[in-house]
C-alpha cells in the first residue's frame, strides 16, 4: 500500500520546547541535549537521533536514519522554557536531582544556568507532598490559564521561535475521573471562571497550550488533556496531543515481554511487580491518591496485551499487583522485581524473575526528546487531535473513544513507522514478503 504523500512544511527557525516541571527528568532532557550539541555523549535511546527506517523491499537495502528521511528540527534548533513550583534554575535543579553526574553539570552550568523556571500554576490538593513556593496568584482558574498564555507568548517573542511543543513533566496528580465540566468547551471555560475543583493544574497548562496553538504531550498519568473539552479544543484548533504517562523501566518490560508470551501461547497466572525508587517522583507516589493515578496506568497493559476475554484458558483468571516503595537511599537508581508465574504445555508452571536496575530519567530524557520533535513533525504535516502512532511513548495510550489502546510495543513501533511511511509517500512495510518466492 503506497500513499501519495503528505506536503511538510520544512522545520525552519527555532522549536520552543516548554517543560511543565523542571524536574529529574526534564533536567536530564535538557542537559543531555547539551552535552550531545557538544559532541561530549550520544543520544542513546532517541529514534529520532538514532533510529533507522527501512523503505521498500528488503533486496533495495534502503534503510536511512528517521532524522534523513522525515524533516525533523534539529536539536541546534530546540529552545527549552519551564515552569516550576522551585525557583531554582536548570543547573541548581540537575544537581539537586542528582542523575548527571557533577563533572558534566559542571562543563554544562553557564548554558543551564541560563534557564530559568516561570511560576507555576499550583493547588496542593492534587500533589499532597509538595509545597511550592514558586507559583501564580489569580482571580481564578481562567486568570491562571490566561497567565500561562501570556508566559507562552513572551516566550516564543523572546526567543525568536517559530513553532512550540509542550510536554508536561511535572509531578503526578491525584486520582480524577471525567465529570461534567470536562464535557464541552463550553463547560471547561465556565469551570475555569469558577475555579471549579474538578480543573486541575495540568489541565490548565493543556488548555493554555491548545489555546495558543502548541502541541501537548502528557508524561505523566494524570487525566489532563484526556477529557472532551480539551479534544474538542485540540480538534478546533488543528493541535497535536498525545499522552499519558512516559512507558519507561518495569512497564516498558512487561510490554515487551507479555506479546512474546503471547505470541507462543503460554499462560499466566501472576505477575507480581515492585520497586524502590527515592526521588521526588517517588515521595509523591508515596501519597496514596497521587499513586492511584500511577497504578491504573500501570495495571491496565497486561489485560489490553493478553486478551483475557479471548484466551480465557490463559488468561482468564491471573494476579497482577504493582508496589511503588518511596525509599531514598536509591535516588534516581530505581530498582524493580517482577516476579511472573507463567504455565505451559499441559499446565506446567514455570517461573521468570527479573532485576532492573534502570534509571528512571535515563530512560525517560530521550522519550521528552522525541515526543518534542515528532510533535513538531506532526504539527507541521497538519494532523491535529490525538497522535496514536505516538503510542509507543506511553504506558497508557490515548485513543480515539471507540478504541482500546493497542500497547505491544513492537506494535506500536511498526504504527509508529508506517506512519513515518505514509506521509512521506513510501510503500507500507507488512512484512508479507511473497514476492520474493515468486
Ligand atoms: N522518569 C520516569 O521514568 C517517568 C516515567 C513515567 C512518568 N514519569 C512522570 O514524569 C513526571 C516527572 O518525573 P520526575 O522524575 O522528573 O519528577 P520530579 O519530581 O523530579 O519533577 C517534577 C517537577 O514538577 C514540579 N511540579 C509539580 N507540580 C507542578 C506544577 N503544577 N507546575 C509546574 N511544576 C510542577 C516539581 O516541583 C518537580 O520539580 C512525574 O509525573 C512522573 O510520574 C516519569
Avoid at 513550583?85 to 544556568?113: R, T
Avoid at 507480581?272 to 517517588?282: A, E, F, K
Avoid at 522525541?370 to 490525538?386: E, T, V, W
Wanted: hydrophobic share 40%.
Amino acid at each position: 500500500m503506497i500513499s501519495k504523500g503528505v506536503t511538510i512544511q520544512e522545520p525552519k527557525g527555532k522549536l520552543g520546547v516548554l517543560l511543565v516541571g523542571l524536574g529529574a527528568v526534564s533536567t536530564t532532557v535538557i542537559a543531555g541535549v547539551e552535552a550531545v550539541r557538544r559532541q561530549l555523549a550520544k543520544p542513546i535511546g532517541s529514534l529520532t537521533q538514532m533510529g533507522t527506517i527501512r523503505l521498500g523491499k528488503r533486496t533495495e537495502g534502503r534503510s536511512p536514519k528517521i532524522k534523513d528521511f522525515v524533516p525533523l528540527a534539529e536539536l541546534e534548533d530546540l529552545v527549552f522554557g519551564a515552569w516550576d513550583i522551585f525557583e531554582d534554575n536548570c543547573y541548581e535543579a540537575a544537581l539537586h536531582c542528582g542523575v548527571i553526574e557533577k563533572s558534566l553539570l559542571e562543563q554544562l552550568k553557564p548554558e543551564l544556568e541560563k534557564i530559568k523556571p516561570m511560576p507555576a500554576v499550583f493547588d496542593q490538593h492534587y500533589v499532597k507532598r509538595l509545597h511550592g513556593t514558586y507559583i501564580k496568584k489569580g482571580e481564578n482558574k481562567r486568570d491562571l490559564a490566561e497567565q500561562l498564555m501570556a508566559d507562552i507568548q513572551k516566550f516564543k517573542t523572546d526567543n525568536n521561535c517559530t513553532r512550540l511543543v509542550m510536554v508536561w513533566c511535572a509531578s503526578t496528580e491525584i486520582f480524577m475521573k471525567s465529570s461534567p465540566v470536562h464535557e464541552t468547551i463550553e463547560s471547561f471555560e465556565r469551570g475555569l471562571e469558577t475555579s471549579d475543583p474538578d480543573i486541575a493544574p495540568s489541565m490548565i497548562y493543556a488548555y493554555a497550550a491548545l489555546k495558543s496553538g502548541v502541541a501537548f504531550a502528557n508524561g505523566a498519568p494524570n487525566l489532563t488533556v484526556d477529557i472532551p473539552a480539551l479534544m474538542q479544543l485540540a480538534n478546533e484548533k488543528g493541535v497535536a496531543v498525545c499522552g499519558k504517562d512516559f512507558k519507561t523501566g518495569q512497564t516498558m518490560m512487561k510490554t515487551i515481554l507479555a506479546p512474546g508470551l503471547k505470541s507462543r501461547m503460554l499462560g499466566l497466572s501472576g505477575w507480581y511487580s515492585t520497586n524502590i525508587l527515592g526521588n521526588r517522583d517517588g515521595e509523591v507516589l508515596d501519597d496514596p491518591e497521587s499513586f492511584k493515578t500511577k497504578e491504573e496506568s500501570k495495571l491496565s497493559v497486561l489485560e489490553y496485551i493478553l486478551q483475557p476475554e479471548i484466551h480465557p484458558d490463559l488468561y482468564g483468571d491471573f494476579s497482577h499487583l504493582v508496589r511503588i516503595n518511596y525509599y531514598p537511599p536509591r535516588g534516581d537508581n530505581k530498582e524493580g522485581w517482577d516476579n511472573i508465574d507463567i504455565f505451559g504445555w499441559l499446565g506446567y508452571p514455570m517461573q521468570i524473575k527479573i532485576n532492573f536496575l534502570c534509571r528512571d530519567s535515563i530512560l525517560a530524557a530521550p522519550i521528552v526528546l522525541d515526543l518534542a520533535i515528532f510533535l513538531d513533525l506532526a504539527q507541521r504535516s497538519g494532523m491535529k487531535g490525538i497522535q496514536e502512532w505516538l503510542s509507543f511513548y506511553f504506558k497508557s495510550p490515548m485513543t480515539a473513544p471507540q478504541l482500546y489502546p493497542e500497547h505491544d510495543l513492537f506494535i506500536q513501533l511498526m504504527k509508529l513507522k508506517n506512519t513515518l511511511r505514509h506521509l512521506k509517500g513510501e510503500e507500507m512495510i507488512t512484512h508479507l514478503g511473497l514476492e520474493y518466492y515468486d
